[in-house]
């Protein structure tokens, strides 16, 4: 799994919560930070898909509910991000209709 913490079974038990504690300080701050950046390039590079694959992965309730490390602020980001994907998708999918409209009809 993706930062799964892979530790000796037959440490000490405050030595298995202080690595717990810090796998939890690492998974706060950095999947968020990683996802973002993810979320930006995608949108640099117009890369929809993969923007819509990251958020449904991010938002998957039955598995990791990763999205629950995000902060508020953070969060809108993300969505705003996503609703970025999402217009540039219509728009593009309503340019394709309209193209085949004044394809047929020239001919």
Same mark, same amino acid.
């Given at each position: 799994g993706w930062l799964v913490d892979i530790t000796n079974v037959h440490q000490t038990l405050p030595d298995n919560e202080n690595r717990q $504690?810090? *796998?939890s300080i690492v998974?706060?701050?950095? $999947?968020? *930070?990683?996802?973002c950046n993810l979320f930006r390039i995608f949108d640099l590079i117009k890369h929809e898909q993969e923007t819509f694959r990251l958020i449904i992965?991010?938002?998957?309730?039955?598995?990791?509910?990763l999205y629950k490390l995000f902060s508020k602020e953070t969060l809108n980001s993300v969505l705003l991000l996503t609703e970025h994907a999402a217009e540039r998708c219509l728009d593009r999918q309503q340019q394709s209709q309209t193209g085949d409209i004044t394809v047929n009809l020239f001919l």
């Open positions: $504690i810090e *796998m998974r706060h701050k950095y $999947i968020p *930070m990683l996802a992965f991010l938002s998957d309730s039955r598995k990791q509910q």
